[in-house]
T-cell receptor
């Protein structure tokens, strides 16, 4: 079983729609959860951190965490062409290591 | 901009050679970690340094080694390069506030082994 799994893409959404990205993790002791955005040929950029169950909103992004279900998601509202990228879910399970999913590629159609 | 700087940005090496990649961490960050990202995959943890000591290592062979310097900058060394070492190498510096740690990546070094 992979440590972090993301829903397979690619995900194509029309401009203005909501993009929904899902991630599950295997280590029940995980405490910190992150979403990174990675444009093609670039490095990952941290866009959201979440540590407690529930929702966390930052602009058009909402992260949701459910530790009992070992599930974290990211919603992108009012999707824009500039949101077209690969989104990486990352989980920190101990003091040092970030475990990443393989990423979900999102394409926003104008 | 994250304030994390890596050099060089691109590198081509021959199988069997050795390579050194460099990273300058963000000011105030004393933890540096290195990741390898193959095409189409998520980054894989190589190792982490805290105050010049390695304090965590992923599933990579000993020919992957590193250093952290007193100014918290870091090096990743790879000996006896193999074709499968071709990847994007990412350095991340971390800031801890209480029990929360966030990692910020440099722009990466694209290594091609031929």
């Amino acid at each position: 079983q992979k440590e972090v799994e993301q829903n397979s893409g690619p995900l194509s959404v029309p401009e203005g729609a909501i993009a929904s990205l899902n991630c599950t993790y295997s280590d029940r002791g995980s405490q910190s959860f992150f979403w990174y955005r990675q444009y093609s040929g670039k490095s990952p950029e941290l866009i959201m951190s979440i540590y407690s169950n529930g929702d966390k909103e930052d602009g058009r992004f909402t992260a949701q965490l459910n530790k009992a279900s070992q599930y974290v998601s990211l919603l992108i509202r009012d999707s824009q062409p500039s949101d077209s990228a690969t989104y990486l879910c990352a989980v920190r399970s101990n003091d040092y290591k970030l475990s990443f999913g393989a990423g979900t590629t999102v394409t926003v159609r104008a | 901009e994250t304030g994390v700087t890596q050099s060089p940005t691109h590198l081509i090496k021959t199988r069997g050679q050795q390579v050194t990649l460099r990273c300058s961490s963000q000011s105030g960050h004393n933890t540096v970690s290195w990741y390898q990202q193959a095409l189409g995959q998520g980054p894989q943890f190589i190792f982490q340094y805290y105050r010049e000591e390695e304090n965590g290592r992923g599933n990579f062979p000993p020919r992957f080694s590193g250093l952290q310097f007193p100014n918290y900058s870091s090096e990743l060394n790879v000996n006896a390069l193999e074709l499968d070492d071709s990847a994007l190498y990412l350095c991340a510096s971390s800031k801890t506030t209480g029990d929360r740690t966030e990692a910020f990546f440099g722009q990466g070094t694209r290594l091609t082994v031929v």
